[in-house]
């Protein structure tokens, strides 16, 4: 979506009034007036932007308007502005592009930077009421008022109090249980559902994985015969590389079913039944242990706010005295701590962030000493970017496996999340802590470069 947009009141005539919409996408409506669907609905939107309206428009009689050169939005049935007047902002524009209701002619990822960047809230997507007013007079004119159609059937409904087990296991199935062979499209052979760490500008997704699972092992300081706890292990892939790599016995915990069948396979496959336990259930519901190290990826975010006092300090009494812990968690700046109505929404229910000095604070608040702090933003870019890729490289295959609305879901998710981490509005850090012993020791070495990458 580039540059200023011309002014509507002098941007071009459709080819003739009555221009069709491409099959299937509402061709029985009319266009309206001489200029069309889209020259009305122009002018509605340009007050919600510091330049005007950053897109052009195709409206579903074919009419199109806004500057030549941006990113196409296409509207292309009534419903989909319907879906947005319904509920104004993020939430009703991403009902209206899962549902097909909303398309994007171009560079999806290009297109949402421009519309992020040109609001005049730079806060939450939230329209003026005197903006709603002018595009609801414009739905009027335009014969497409209505009740709007039921939200995508890809938008989670959980019920109940944030945080108990029982809608912790719900939220965690929405994403996670959408099926293996779905994740296994997008990730790497390793199964790793987390920030990479690229060590060079040729690194594959596979590389970035691999030096992704050895830096927390460093860190972590495993050797054989080391006792890991993997808490939110995903589909094993730091539990089987602890094992296989570093000689680790590891307990593996998910609250996915799908996960912990998949894992159970794997360690059989590779022989490791000796080394890697896979346990089904929360982390509220492991029993005591003593620990050598610790490791959370990018589980914490899922805790919740409230709760994250008692998961740190439940992590450090599942530590023996010396004992380390990696938390490596995303972070989020600005007054506005979830992951926004899509995400919530649609991927990750329940979720909450916070600045990643508010973690630390948590963390030393359990009695853990925080002894390194790794930021791997950038990081997270190159990763969503290499998901998205393999979505779009496979799309045709992604569509079959869990239809087109759960593939839409997957590519505005991927787009908005490397923006999010490109504009800084999100980051992901990596952790280190140690629980000290009864003198306060922490039997870390006094070099960083020893402490953090083991020489």
Request: aromatic share 6%; net charge positive; glycine share 12%.
């Amino acid at each position: 979506m580039t540059t200023v947009p011309t002014d509507p009141a002098t941007a071009e005539a459709p080819e003739s009034p009555q221009s069709a919409a491409r099959p299937g996408t509402g061709a029985q409506h009319a266009a309206t007036g001489p200029r069309g669907a889209a020259h009305m609905l122009v002018p509605a939107l340009d007050g919600l932007f510091a330049g005007g309206l950053p897109v052009r428009v195709r409206a579903w009689d074919g009419s199109e308007a806004g500057p030549r050169d941006a990113v196409t939005v296409v509207l292309n049935r009534p419903e989909g502005l319907r879906r947005i007047l319904a509920r104004p902002g993020e939430l009703g524009l991403a009902r209206a592009y899962v549902s097909g209701d909303v398309d994007v002619a171009g560079d999806l990822a290009d297109g949402l930077r421009r519309v992020y960047g040109g609001r005049r809230d730079r806060g939450a997507f939230r329209p003026t009421p005197a903006a709603l007013a002018r595009a609801a007079r414009v739905a009027l004119a335009l014969q497409a008022v209505g009740p709007p159609p039921p939200p995508p059937a890809s938008e989670a409904r959980l019920r109940g109090r944030r945080h108990t087990l029982r809608r912790d296991a719900a939220a965690v199935s929405h994403h996670y249980d959408a099926g293996n062979d779905l994740y296994r499209l997008l990730l790497d052979p390793s199964m790793a559902y987390s920030c990479a760490y690229w060590e060079g500008p040729d690194a594959t997704l596979a590389e970035a994985q691999d030096a992704k699972l050895e830096l927390i092992c460093t860190k972590l300081a495993l050797r054989p015969g080391s006792r890991l706890l993997d808490v939110g292990c995903g589909w094993g892939s730091l539990a089987l590389y602890a094992a296989e790599r570093h000689g680790a016995r590891v307990t593996a915990v998910t609250l996915s079913a799908q996960q912990a069948e998949f894992v159970r396979r794997r360690v059989a496959e590779r022989g490791l039944g000796d080394l890697v336990t896979v346990h089904l259930g929360d982390y509220r519901e492991i029993g005591e242990g003593a620990f050598d190290a610790v490791a959370a990826v990018e589980m914490g975010e899922h805790v919740g706010r409230r709760e994250y006092r008692a998961f740190a300090a439940r992590l450090r009494s599942l530590l023996a005295p010396q004992a380390r812990l990696l938390v490596q968690q995303m972070s989020r700046r600005g007054r506005y701590r979830g992951g926004g109505p899509f995400i919530e929404s649609y991927i990750a229910p329940d979720m909450h962030m916070r600045p990643v000095g508010e973690t630390v604070a948590c963390l030393e608040g359990a009695g853990l000493e925080v002894r390194d702090v790794h930021a791997l933003r950038e990081h997270y870019v190159h990763t969503a970017r290499a998901w998205s890729a393999e979505l779009e490289r496979r799309w045709a295959e992604a569509v079959e496996l869990a239809g087109e609305g759960t593939a839409r879901v997957w590519r505005l998710y991927l787009a908005g999340g490397a923006l999010s981490f490109e504009e800084g509005r999100m980051g992901v850090d990596q952790i280190l802590a140690v629980r000290p012993d009864a003198s306060g020791g922490s039997g870390m070495p006094a070099s960083r470069r020893e402490r953090v990458l083991g020489g």
